[in-house]
């Protein structure tokens, strides 16, 4: 079982930065599709971003493309969500995921494996 554990919420004002991270541990493999997704209370789980783990290949919603950078550290196992210019509508707990392949990687059901997140308040 592959265990994901995120870090880096908090509290941020209105164009603010934050970077999440996600730490991989146990059956790790390289071909792992990584992604982040986000949820607020009442709204449906969204897909943010997704990254293969050698980098080569990412995605993003349109919510938070040119304001958010997904990458990854293979050697480390882990998954970074670098958030820039965040907006109040950012505010929601972020979930890193991770899945065996790279096709349709905006859906969750592509993944077997989810943190239990971590929360991101953006002010006003």
């Known amino acids: 079982q592959v265990q994901l554990v995120e870090s880096g919420g908090g509290l941020v004002q209105a164009g603010g930065s934050l970077r999440l991270s996600c730490a991989a541990s146990g059956r790790t493999f390289s071909s792992y599709l990584m992604g982040w997704f986000r949820q607020a209370p009442g709204k449906e789980r969204e897909f943010v971003a997704a990254s293969t783990w050698s980098g080569v290949s990412a995605a993003y919603a349109d919510s938070v493309k040119g304001r958010f950078t997904i990458s990854t550290d293979n050697a480390k196992n882990t998954v970074y969500l670098q958030m820039n210019s965040l907006k109040p509508g950012d505010t929601a707990v972020y979930v890193c995921?991770?899945?065996?392949?790279?096709?349709?990687?905006?859906?969750?059901?592509?993944?077997?494996?989810w943190g239990q997140g971590t929360q991101v308040t953006v002010s006003s």
């Open positions: 995921a991770a899945g065996r392949s790279v096709g349709n990687y905006y859906a969750p059901g592509q993944y077997n494996y």
